[in-house]
């Protein structure tokens, strides 16, 4: 995809065309290079990145660390919007029926070491020989190569463990809404560090108290317990410990997911964010 964007800078240099690009992620090579076959998509990442994004009208980037990266890359600082998400909170909250019999946690995102799927994991097996009424509710498929790595702890977890599968984006949203507790696990990384996290705008949507690890643009934007709680990465104890001071204190729970609904609405509201795009664009 980088190299159809040169071809679109030429195009729209030669016909006086602004032309915009929008930079999600920043990726370390090992992360999309597995195999052989894929370096030609790093290497023409890498080139769009440091050579050609400085010619663009304008770069909408999601995260800080993104911004500083184009700005070493020699993009003017006014040629940079950042815009962490887009949002519709216009629909108004699915209060679903508290089952009080069990404690719902919600894992929504990619089950991959990276993304803390395997600290989650540890943390709710400790959370839930504590509990014993606990279920982690895990979005999309599991690879088979993640069932291997922990099929011990799936055995010992069973029915504890509810994997919906590939769903509409519907039932994604009821089954968020039905969980007490969301949680954001991710560990330390170049790309966590870049990406802001898509899913906060799902589950600040529900206005559920959500859990994450402080990871990139996080910490600038958050304070523990106030919009959500933060926890260490790679600690499964921390991350128990911070569903745990939510299972503990129902009221800061509240408290805390209503904060978090509110800041999305202030930050993260499509029609806001669009405006800001709009205005950018026809600025630059």
């Known amino acids: 995809m980088q190299s159809y964007c040169i071809l679109f800078l030429i195009i729209a240099k030669l016909f006086k065309i602004k032309i915009f690009r929008i930079i999600t992620d ?8 597995p195999v052989w076959w894929k370096q030609p998509k790093v290497f023409f990442y890498n080139l769009q990145f440091k050579y050609f994004d400085k010619s663009m009208d304008g770069l909408i980037v999601l995260s800080n660390y993104l911004k ?4 070493k890359n020699k993009v003017v600082p006014n040629r ?48 839930n020989q504590k509990y014993g009424n606990m279920i982690l509710i895990i979005s999309g498929k599991l690879p088979d190569v993640i069932i291997s ?6 055995n010992e977890l069973g029915n504890h463990l509810q994997f919906t599968g590939f ?3 519907e039932a994604l949203k009821q089954m968020q809404q039905s ?29 559920k108290p ?13 304070t523990n317990k106030k919009e959500l709680v933060l926890v260490e990465p790679s600690s499964p104890p921390a991350l128990a410990d911070g569903i745990e001071f939510l299972i503990k204190n129902e009221i800061e729970a509240n408290r805390i997911g209503l904060n978090g609904y509110n800041w999305a609405r202030a930050n993260l509201d499509y029609l806001t964010n669009a405006n800001k795009l709009l205005s950018f664009i026809s600025n630059s």
């Open 26 to 33: 920043y990726y370390e090579q090992k992360s999309i290079v």
């Open 68 to 71: 500083k990266q184009a700005i």
């Open 80 to 127: 940079i919007l950042l815009l962490p998400h887009f949002i519709d909170l216009s629909t108004p909250i699915f209060q679903s029926p508290k089952d009080n019999s069990y404690i719902k946690i919600g894992f929504f995102g990619s089950a991959t070491k990276e993304r803390g799927f395997f600290d989650l994991i540890e943390a709710f097996r400790i959370l």
């Open 149 to 154: 790595e922990i099929q011990p702890i799936l």
């Open 167 to 169: 769903i509409s984006t």
């Open 179 to 207: 969980c007490d507790i969301l949680v954001n696990p991710p560990q330390n990384s170049i790309g966590s560090q870049a990406a802001f996290p898509t899913k906060f705008g799902e589950y600040f949507a529900t206005a």
């Open 210 to 222: 959500v859990v994450s690890t402080k990871t990139g643009d996080i910490i600038n934007y958050f």
